[in-house]
């Protein structure tokens, strides 16, 4: 091997050239940045379009059906979703992942503007805005005290955010509660009845008797001077002398139909924290920002603000993503060195020389931290994914030099220089290694090529993995020759304690050779027994693929975050103040959980799917902040469990308790999508489904898309009266909506700050005032609002949902802990196909996880196939044989049983990271087949028989096979057993690693000999 020829030959070049890949790797570690999962780089667009005062039927018809029609037709679209709600319609967008989004959002913008004159008048233009999925809320904070809520959130809005929002990486800080501060006109309707008037007239009065007008400029001698009318009033006060009618020498001014005063706009959402009012404050990091870096930065500046915050007022730090991945990264880390240290043990164990281990366990850190310069490079983070293989790769980086140490010492036992020990020793274990490593490196690359969303999260998996191999294989080849050549010594005459406790060892372990040659033997001889024994492994792969459908496929396990979602969902006609009454009792429940440290609760919007809101008075969310894992006994499934019953008997509201998604948002496990043409038979079929899922105690939060409508007054004009009277029907609804809502008719400006000014009727409580409004009719005679139309009590639909150009109805539920998400989604499945439900036309799709876990065994089935062939390939080119690569690649199926056994037995789920693993395991498994079938091959030119041979080669490589496959195993062992913080999403993986190496490891030894005597013994019959 050249490689090690030239380590050998040039020591101190050689070592220059790794201790300055050593210093690159120190220095890269430093630099890379901390992240949770890698950055998701998906094509979403959202287009809002709003048509004031239209009803989700007519968004559907006039606004949602036509943009679905127009923008289908862009290349590269793979869904789009329509949520038509009351005077908005939302459509999101997604693309395949190798459409470029800037492209995608002029092509959107291109459609859209064709279709612009086909909309209804009244319809704004749409807006369309590119989604960054990796723009997530980073930090939650709470903004609390004894200040009115008004100042608080005037405060937050002002001051506090504009300090947050300079910080590197923030993208914005968005405030739930409160609202912004304008000035108010609030008008006494009796007064102003009275006066002949309507809230037309003040609106009017406002926009044009309150406003600065630059008139232009002149010059005199030279200089120049700005002329402006100054029509501006700097008190509120003075806004009451405005006059707003002055006919028949009688003038009206605003003070004599109502005041002026400084309010907020209408408030629609409320915050509390620990029961106490708030503003809750989400602060969002930019999509290239490194999530710890800004909270870092963020913590740092708000200790500095804590010091300036006004008297009365207090910031409350809530939660953040930077703790829990620093806790990831450390918990990751630790598992590593854990691994890395009883991987040394075991060699140790084995070799009984410290010489040895030393340069075990010093090749293997190096290994790592070259393969961190070379990560740094291609730009990735230490994540999950990347940490996930770096603890992957611990047991698989000491196989390379374990084969060629073992080579060297043995040269070395028996020739005494070495030097020469290591230059040969090396030479010989090439191929081997050559293999080894080959095999390990091309299972990779179908994993780095794998599309869809999936494979976002394998790539840097994948090409850390494929990093630390390579790397390992260099080190193999230029460290390892060199230490042994420097530090390695013969074996010495005198015999010390150590080697007299490694002589034991090695009869111990020379009587189980012995054993394991007589099984061999006795295998050959009894041809029937051999056969039986096949037929058992045979059985054993079949029974563990049906039992792998009990074990079911998942997407990626829940971490423990030390945080629950509580979402409360209240009857649509509930108002602001009945919801917040109805979420402090909520509170109460609930104050007294254990491990409990902060309750934040937001009124009027949550969280739904990544990147995705609803907005309502009558919905609320709860986030409730636990002690982290490692601080408490309780688990958080348990928590969650007694939230659950905390809740039982609270009447008139849907409860969802959910732990936040390791990607981002508050998505359910199961999102079962009906599509059909009729709404009614939707909701039907949704409910029908609901009432599948509650008898079965797997699934909990069960909740559809159904919703009782919102009630409501709808005014029907009379246009005959109103064209009698002058007045058009759309002033009708401006003078309503002027008296209700308020319009917004100027500005007043104080110092640096510009506020809205409002005019409203002064709020009054009860349905049956909207009848009774008063509007100028013939002179001195006002007419109430029944006299120029009809007021109907009517139910709205909230939301109407399309996917695809269909509608769809929803059944939204979580799985009890330990419930695969491929075993319900399958169940579910058949127990809906079975009930003859579904009429001709309407379908159903499972969308959310369980679509990203199709695409994704679907993804990794073919990554599997390439890898065996590649495998395969590989194998022939180094053994220069197109038959006995066959024979290795029987031993995949070998590590299959131990994963799913292994699975089954701890109660995991084939999740995305497991099949990664399982993929992977394709390269390691068959190495303990290519030491076998290397050793053949050299005993063969040797000219022995080829029987002999076989089993003499299963013999003389067994102490290295169970050197490699016992550290591979103690490698993994603490991604499996790890209960750090974060650990959830290594343990499967662990789990899954440690049965398939064990067991693979130990029927191959058995199943690779009998094999080749099965299938050669015709052949070797002739030759006798």
Request: one cysteine or more; hydrophobic letters at 45%; charged letters at 25%.
């Amino acid at each position: 091997m050249f490689l090690s020829e030239a380590s050998i030959k040039r020591p101190i070049a050689m070592s220059c050239l790794i201790i300055a890949l050593s210093l690159l790797g120190f220095n890269a570690y430093r630099k890379m940045g901390l992240e949770l999962m890698p950055k998701i780089d998906v094509p979403f667009i959202t287009v809002t379009t709003v048509y004031p005062g239209a009803s989700p039927e007519q968004i559907e018809t006039d606004v949602a059906k036509r943009i679905e029609d127009q923008v289908v037709t862009i290349e590269g679209l793979k869904h789009v979703s329509s949520s038509c709600m009351e005077n908005v319609c939302q459509t999101m967008l997604e693309f395949e992942l190798d459409i470029d989004v800037d492209i995608a959002a002029t092509d959107v913008r291109e459609k859209l503007d064709l279709i612009k004159a086909d909309f209804p008048e009244g319809v704004e233009d749409p807006k369309i805005l590119k989604f960054d999925i990796n723009a997530e809320p980073i930090i939650y904070l709470a903004l609390t005290g004894q200040s009115p809520l008004d100042e608080l959130y005037d405060y937050a809005d002002n001051e506090l955010r504009d300090k947050l929002t300079v910080i590197s990486g923030v993208a914005d800080a968005e405030l739930i509660g409160g609202n912004i501060r304008q000035v108010h006109i609030v008008l006494d309707r009796d007064k102003l009845a009275a006066k002949g008037l309507s809230s037309l007239e003040v609106i009017m009065a406002v926009r044009e008797g309150i406003k600065l007008i630059p008139s232009g400029r002149i010059q005199d001698r030279g200089i120049e001077y700005d002329v402006k009318v100054d029509a501006d009033y700097y008190n509120i006060s003075d806004i009451e002398s405005l006059q707003i009618a002055g006919e028949d020498g009688q003038r009206c001014y605003v003070r004599d139909v109502g005041r002026a005063e400084m309010g907020t706009k209408e408030v629609r959402q409320k915050a509390f924290i620990d029961g106490k009012e708030a503003i809750y404050i989400k602060i969002i990091k930019k999509a290239e920002a490194n999530a710890v870096k800004v909270v870092d930065e963020v913590k740092a500046a708000i200790e500095k603000h804590n010091q300036e915050l006004p008297g009365g007022m207090e910031l409350v730090w809530v939660s953040d993503g930077g703790t829990f991945i620093k806790a990831t990264v450390r918990s990751a880390w630790s598992d590593i060195g854990q691994g890395v240290a009883l991987t040394a043990l075991i060699l140790f164990f084995f070799l009984y020389n410290f010489r040895s281990t030393l340069i075990i366990a010093v090749t293997m850190p190096l290994t790592i931290i070259i393969g961190l310069f070379f990560m740094q490079f291609l730009g990735y983070t230490l994540n999950i994914s990347t940490l996930l293989a770096i603890g992957m790769s611990v047991g698989i980086l000491v196989t390379n030099s374990i084969v060629v140490m073992e080579a060297i010492v043995d040269r070395l036992n028996r020739t005494g220089d070495a030097k020469e020990a290591a230059r040969l020793g090396a030479g010989k274990a090439a191929v081997a290694v050559m293999a080894s490593a080959g095999t390990n490196v091309v299972v990779l690359f179908p994993i780095a090529m794998m599309g869809g969303k999936i494979g976002l999260f394998m790539r840097p998996l994948a090409l850390t993995l494929l990093i630390m191999n390579v790397v390992s294989m260099f080190i193999s080849f230029t460290l390892t020759p060199i230490l042994c050549s420097v530090i390695l010594r013969p074996r010495p005459e005198k015999k010390t304690i150590l080697m007299r406790v490694e002589d034991g060892f090695n009869r111990f372990l020379n009587v189980i050779i012995e054993s394991y040659r007589r099984l061999l033997t006795f295998n050959e001889r009894y041809r029937l027994v051999a056969a039986v024994f096949v037929l058992a492994v045979i059985s054993m792969l079949v029974y563990s693929l049906k039992l792998a459908k009990k074990v079911g496929f998942g997407f990626v396990p829940n971490s423990d975050q030390g945080q629950v979602y509580v979402k409360l969902e209240y009857p649509t006609r509930y108002a602001l103040d009945l919801t917040v009454k109805r979420v402090n009792e909520a509170e109460e429940r609930l104050k007294d959980l254990p491990e409990l440290k902060h309750m934040l609760t937001a009124i009027g919007r949550v969280e739904g799917k990544i990147g995705q809101a609803s907005e309502g008075v009558y919905l609320a969310q709860m986030l409730l902040k636990f002690s982290e894992r490692t601080e408490r006994e309780i688990t958080l499934n348990k928590l969650m469990e007694i939230t659950r019953q905390k809740f039982a008997g609270y009447p008139e509201c849907i409860i969802t308790v959910i732990q936040g998604a390791i990607v981002g948002g508050q998505s359910q496990d199961i999102e079962l999508e009906i599509s059909g043409p009729n709404l009614d038979e939707l909701d039907r079929l949704a409910l029908f489904a609901k009432s599948l899922a509650d008898s079965d105690k797997s699934y909990l939060d069960t909740d559809t898309t159904v919703r009782t409508g919102k009630p409501e007054l709808r005014i029907l004009p009379n246009r005959a009266v109103l064209a009698d009277l002058g007045f058009a029907a759309t002033s009708l609804g401006t003078a309503l909506r002027a008296n209700i809502e308020g319009i917004e008719c100027g500005t007043f400006k104080k110092g640096d700050r510009n506020y809205d000014i409002v005019v409203k009727f002064e709020k009054k409580e009860g349905k049956q005032q909207v009848e009774q409004f008063m509007f100028p009719g013939e002179a001195g005679k006002p007419l109430v609002l029944t006299s120029l139309g009809d007021v109907e009590e009517r139910i709205s639909p909230i939301q109407i949902t399309r996917k695809n150009k269909q509608r769809i109805s929803k059944l939204l539920a979580n799985l009890v802990f330990g419930k695969s998400l491929g075993v319900a989604v399958d169940e579910f499945s058949r127990k809906l196909d079975d009930s003859g439900r579904l009429l001709p036309g309407y379908g159903y799709y499972f969308g959310g996880n369980a679509e990203m876990m199709d695409e994704a065994v679907g993804s990794f089935r073919e990554a599997g196939i390439i890898a065996i062939l590649l495998c395969y390939l590989v194998i022939a080119a180094i053994l220069e044989s197109f038959k006995q690569p066959w024979l290795i690649l029987v031993t995949i199926p070998l590590g299959l049983i131990g994963v799913i056994v292994a699975l089954a037995l701890t109660g995991q789920t084939m999740s995305m990271f497991v099949l990664m693993g399982m993929v992977m395991m394709v390269g390691i498994v068959v190495n303990i087949a290519i030491l076998i079938m290397d050793q053949f091959n050299v005993h063969v030119k040797e000219g022995v028989p080829i029987h002999k041979a076989m089993i003499s080669a299963a013999c003389e490589r067994f102490r290295p096979i169970i050197m490699v496959t016992l550290a591979a195993i103690l490698g993994m062992l603490p991604l499996a057993v790890g209960r750090g913080i974060g650990s959830e999403m290594r343990n499967d993986v662990g789990i899954a690693s440690v049965g398939g190496l064990l067991v693979s490891g130990i029927l191959t030894l058995i199943i690779m000999p009998i094999l080749y005597d099965l299938f050669t013994r015709k052949n070797h019959q002739k030759k006798q």
